[in-house]
């Protein structure tokens, strides 16, 4: 049951099926349920921010309506995608852009302080080039913070449905990298490195292994998923 929570929390709809018949699990897992989650996040990971707004509402207007910071982290990834498409050839018109955020965020800006920085900061990328930027315009740019959106949203969208915005078993790896520090921290004599008993194979014979295991035990769509959206608890 930890193995099929965190495959259905973390939007693995195909392997969650498949593992449900080969480990006996009742009831079955709402696949329909996880597929929705996963192409929200897809849209989001690709870009196409608008698309996963009008999803969200689709499957449930509440979500962004009673979580005002998140549905203007959504629009303002979405005018970071306008910018980037904007700014993609020399003297292209930015007017999308600036009407985008004048009609979109501008309204929503003065209700909190750091919403008004965060659209200043993003519309200085329509000033400055983006092959010199600070840091904190890089990480506009970076896929980063569409990974960290689609990953609000997943956790918005399962709160939305009563279920744990959290697989279990990343609380477990996190409960267990804790005791390992206090024990480090206390001068217990244990090894230098702990492993965590997952599989030992690293670099080729994971890329080896990979289209052998997404044909077995998942679809494309799963596959799409680990390689955009490896969790950092594995690493």
Avoid at 5 to 11: A, E, H, K, R
Avoid at 16 to 33: M, R, T
Avoid at 67 to 77: G, Y
Avoid at 88 to 99: E, G, Q, R, V
Wanted: charged share 25%; proline share 6%; glycine share 2%.
């Amino acid at each position: 049951m930890l193995v099929m929570d965190y495959l259905i929390t973390n939007g693995y709809p195909s392997a969650a099926q498949k593992f449900a018949v080969e480990a006996n699990i009742q009831p079955k897992p709402d696949v329909e349920s996880i597929q929705e989650r996963v192409e929200i996040r897809n849209a989001i990971h690709s870009g196409n921010i608008q698309s996963a707004i009008e999803n969200i509402n689709e499957l449930n207007p509440q979500i962004l309506d009673g979580n005002p910071s998140l549905h203007f982290s959504l629009l303002r990834l979405q005018l970071v995608e306008l910018i980037r498409s904007c700014t993609s050839a020399p003297n292209s018109d930015i007017t999308p852009a600036l009407d985008f955020a004048t009609s979109q965020l501008a309204p929503r800006a003065p209700t909190n302080p750091q919403f008004l920085e965060d659209l200043e900061r993003t519309l200085s990328l329509l000033i400055f080039p983006s092959d010199n930027l600070a840091p904190s315009l890089a990480a506009l740019l970076d896929p980063e913070l569409r990974k960290n959106i689609a990953i609000r949203v997943n956790e918005a969208i399962l709160q939305s449905q009563g279920a744990r915005r959290e697989a279990m078993l990343r609380k477990l790896v996190r409960a267990r990298a804790w005791a390992e520090q206090k024990a480090r921290e206390a001068k217990k004599d244990i090894p230098d490195k702990l492993d965590i008993g997952l599989s030992q194979e690293t670099g080729n014979n994971n890329n080896n292994r990979r289209s052998t295991n997404e044909s077995s035990n998942g679809s494309a769509d799963d596959a799409v998923m680990q390689e955009q959206d490896v969790d950092p608890m594995i690493s």
